[in-house]
């Protein structure tokens, strides 16, 4: 019995970070109309996609986290699914630009209020053995979330208009909201011999910090989420404005879609690999950073919209292969009562680095820096290339001192 109701959580914790992505990523499936109707530039676009959120994001997140680990996570789920979902409905009625910049702002805070609570329950949850495949099934709800939005979204935006698109997709959150209410159930959380922990967040964050394997890991994600929300944020651009076939932007969700199985096939990996030596755990970084760069590069600079689209779709499938065991490995480092804050920590450097940095910057560069028809993909794949060197590097790195650093 306790086996299936932690399995059934799993389920609806999956459900619900599957909603998160839904809505968060729908400005971008959405960005073409927007950024017509409200007549933006690319930079715009990138902003309100990728820094209005991640800010305020990355921000909340530590401290969302240290309260987690001191207070009802269950409760911090379900106020937060509330909340961005009300805000998400909000956006439909939008008659500004500023107005979508606040709305960003609201679902930022809520939704991070979620993954560090998920993280520390499903750890308290599971066994160790278990948790990079348990985190990777938790992980692919981005994955499914981005892809409905693409299919859902695009496909409603496409019928009506962009308004109606952001409304129809908050209906869903209150649904959720309320199975959580009743479900969710608070677990106890695991007691062992740890060492003393620090009243001070601060000291907390450095005590976390202080480990090089950590560091060395926070960089590598980085690197790879830059990659993969810069892709997510101008994938209907490209289509768009590179191949002059936007129609192709809603299907690209069955690719995303599909990024869900790799990224638990990914975790699986990792469990099994890491048997006998924890560390190659993080050769599943590297294999994100390198395998979908040849897909890329040929599907960006195709002269065939049809061939862009299935090797972007590829590519795809590869580089966001790693979310999962991303999570789950930051979890080997911490105690207990440190986990939700690493999950905070985590959160608040991929958000920087992903949201914040990576599509305002290649914005930026399609409008200043690259001409011509390919200009969007040229700066798409720019970025993506120093990312994936970047990670590889860092993961190598990372590997070197795992042992030392350690806990479990």
């Given at each position: 019995m306790k086996k299936y109701v932690a399995y059934t959580t799993l389920l609806l914790l999956t459900l619900i970070y599957l909603n998160s992505f839904f809505v968060r990523q729908i400005v971008a499936v959405l960005g073409v109309e927007i950024r017509d109707f409200f007549e933006l530039s690319n930079l715009q676009v990138g902003l309100l996609y990728g820094t209005a959120f991640s800010f305020i994001y990355a921000l909340a997140g530590i401290p969302m986290g240290r309260l987690a680990d001191r207070y009802s996570r269950k409760w911090m789920i379900c106020i937060g699914l509330l909340i961005?979902?009300?805000?998400?409905?909000?956006?439909?009625?939008?008659?500004?630009?500023?107005?979508?910049?606040?709305?960003?702002?609201?679902?930022?805070?809520?939704?991070?209020m979620l993954s560090p609570a998920v993280y520390s329950y499903l750890a308290d949850t599971f066994s160790p053995e278990k948790r990079a495949t348990v985190f990777s099934f938790y992980a692919s709800g981005i994955f499914l979330g981005v892809g409905l939005s693409f299919l859902i979204g695009g496909n409603v935006a496409m019928q009506y208009d962009w308004q109606t698109a952001l409304i129809a997709v908050s209906i869903p959150g209150l649904l959720l909201f309320v199975v959580a209410v009743w479900f969710l159930r608070e677990p106890d959380r695991k007691v062992r011999t740890e060492p003393k922990i620090e009243e001070n967040i601060f000291a907390e964050m450095k005590l976390i910090l202080q480990k090089k394997t950590v560091r060395y890991h926070l960089i590598g994600f980085s690197f790879l989420a830059c990659t993969g929300y810069t892709v997510l944020a101008f994938a209907g651009t490209i289509f768009n404005d590179v191949f002059q076939q936007p129609e192709l932007t809603p299907l690209y969700g069955w690719f995303i879609m599909g990024v869900g199985g790799t990224v638990i096939l990914s975790g699986r990996v990792a469990d099994y690999i890491g048997k006998n030596n924890p560390a190659?755990?993080?050769?599943?970084?590297?294999?994100?950073?390198?395998?979908?760069?040849?897909?890329?590069?040929?599907?960006?600079?195709?002269?065939?919209?049809?061939?862009?689209?299935?090797?972007?779709?590829?590519?795809?499938?590869?580089?966001?292969?790693?979310?999962?065991?991303?999570?789950?490995?930051?979890?080997?480092?911490?105690?207990?009562?440190q986990r939700a804050l690493a999950g905070g920590i985590y959160l608040f450097v991929i958000s920087i680095a992903g949201f914040g940095f990576?599509?305002?910057?290649?914005?930026?560069l399609m409008d200043t820096l690259f001409t011509g028809q390919y200009a969007a993909s040229a700066a798409v794949f720019f970025v993506m290339s120093i990312c994936s060197i970047g990670a590889t590097g860092s993961f190598i790195m990372a590997m070197k001192h795992y042992n030392k650093d350690a806990l479990e």
């Open positions: 961005w979902t009300i805000m998400t409905f909000l956006s439909g009625f939008a008659t500004s630009f500023i107005f979508l910049i606040v709305a960003r702002f609201f679902v930022g805070i809520s939704q991070a190659r755990r993080f050769w599943l970084g590297i294999f994100a950073a390198l395998a979908g760069l040849p897909f890329y590069a040929f599907g960006l600079f195709s002269g065939s919209a049809q061939i862009a689209f299935i090797c972007m779709g590829v590519g795809v499938l590869f580089s966001s292969s790693y979310n999962g065991v991303a999570a789950a490995l930051i979890q080997y480092f911490v105690t207990n009562k990576g599509p305002p910057v290649t914005g930026w």
